[in-house]
Nanobody, 121 residues
Framework: QVQLVESGGGLVQAGGSLRLSCAAS????????MAWYYQSPGRQREVVAV???????NYADSVKGRFTISRDNAKNTVYLQMNILQPGDTAVYYC???????????????WGQGTQVTVSS
């Protein structure tokens, strides 16, 4: 089993910054894709940013130029630097990871427990 533990959420004023972290722990062979999603009340969970094991990134249009996803493979950790935050960014942010237990084996998906980000106007 893999556990994803998030940290870094909180309350910030519009225009401010936050940095989310998500550390994976457990016994596994490798972590493939890592990502951040967000979900606000009454809406479906949506992808914010994705990073592959090779460092290729992709972002939702709404956060391009403001958010940066990165990862430290040695620490099995993914980060989300969020700048110029807007009230519309308010949501619960979830960490995601796809994991292999053996080389070339199937991928298993895991989610963190979520961390609240609230941006006040």
């Amino acid at each position: 089993q893999v556990q994803l533990v998030e940290s870094g959420g909180g309350l910030v004023q519009a225009g401010g910054s936050l940095r989310l972290s998500c550390a994976a722990s457990g016994s596994f062979f490798s972590i493939d894709t890592m990502a951040w999603y967000y979900q606000s009340p009454g809406r479906q969970r949506e992808v914010v940013a994705v990073i592959t094991s090779g460092g290729i990134t992709n972002y939702a249009d709404s956060v391009k130029g403001r958010f940066t996803i990165s990862r430290d493979n040695a620490k099995n950790t993914v980060y989300l630097q969020m700048n110029i935050l807007q009230p519309g960014d308010t949501a619960v942010y979830y960490c995601y990871a796809s994991v292999q237990y053996v080389r070339d084996g199937p991928l298993y998906q895991y989610w963190g427990q979520g961390t609240q980000v609230t941006v006040s106007s």
